[in-house]
């Protein structure tokens, strides 16, 4: 059975910093592109961020020089670092893994920016 595991979410005061966890089982984690998207209320989910097999990253252009992805594949975990946020970077922040056609999603975890 396959699960991502999101963690990590809360509530952060404009300019803080959250680091959010994705554990993986059920996968071969390091074959998989893992990423991490997000939805606010009323809006469509966005892609944040991805990091392929080869470590290669991109972002959303709103998140660059902020947030960082990377992974652990020992681990089996992925992370989403995020600094300096802003009250326009709150939602549901889900994990994805994707290996060709093959998807998987997390729970999600709440984040909420806001003094």
């Known amino acids: 059975q396959v699960q991502l595991v999101e963690s990590g979410g809360g509530l952060v005061q404009p300019g803080g910093s959250l680091r959010l966890s994705c554990a993986a089982s059920g996968i071969i984690f390091r074959h998989y592109t893992m990423a991490w998207y997000r939805q606010a209320p009323g809006k469509q989910r966005e892609l944040v961020a991805t990091?392929?097999?080869?470590?290669?990253?991109s972002y959303l252009d709103s998140v660059k020089g902020r947030f960082t992805i990377d992974r652990y594949n020992t681990g089996n975990s992925a992370y989403l670092h995020m600094h300096r946020l802003r009250p326009e970077d709150a939602g549901v922040y889900y994990c994805?893994?994707?290996?060709?056609?093959?998807?998987?999603w997390g729970q999600g975890t709440q984040v909420t920016v806001s003094s």
């Open positions: 994805h893994a994707r290996l060709h056609a093959t998807e998987f």
């Open positions: 990091i392929t097999t080869d470590e290669t990253t």
